[in-house]
């Protein structure tokens, strides 16, 4: 039985891109939505997309080499904790929903910030600073677009989204390289 430190060293060798990509490509249809469709309409693309995202990602898992449905790979104690975050973030539209029905157009702040929060564990699981910074980088601008664009905030907040997926790919495809 390997130590929880060797476990977490195993664990820090995956790529981690499935789960990025399928965010980056779930905010990206709500930024179209947001564009292209009335406010009506993209509340339910981002419901079903945000939503989606796991489901997402452990299809795109198999082109990256996780493959999260492997049932061959060793047990391992950080995926489960790994996916005890993303089910905290899943958990989140219980305060999510009710500012919704107070104030629809708080959806893209109160989801895009309480989903980013499965960032911060992962961080500390992989000892590696991208995890706090995406959730940081994207906390402070989801608030500070919420602000200054009352007007746009189901295109802004998800293109920043999208922008922080982008970065935070990048630096993870470059760790992955390090690895």
Known sequence: METLEQQRREFSK???????????????????SGIFFSDRVTVWVLFIATGSIVYLALFISKFTGENFMDRNKPKNVFDGLFFFSVAQAVLVYAIAIPFFLTDYTSLPLSVGILTGTMWLPFSWIIQHWIGIVHAIVRTVSIVILWYVFPDLRFVVIPLVIVVIYVATLVVLNNRKKMI
């Open 14 to 32: 995956g790529p981690f891109l499935a789960t990025p990509i399928s965010g980056l490509i779930a905010w990206l249809l709500v930024a179209i």
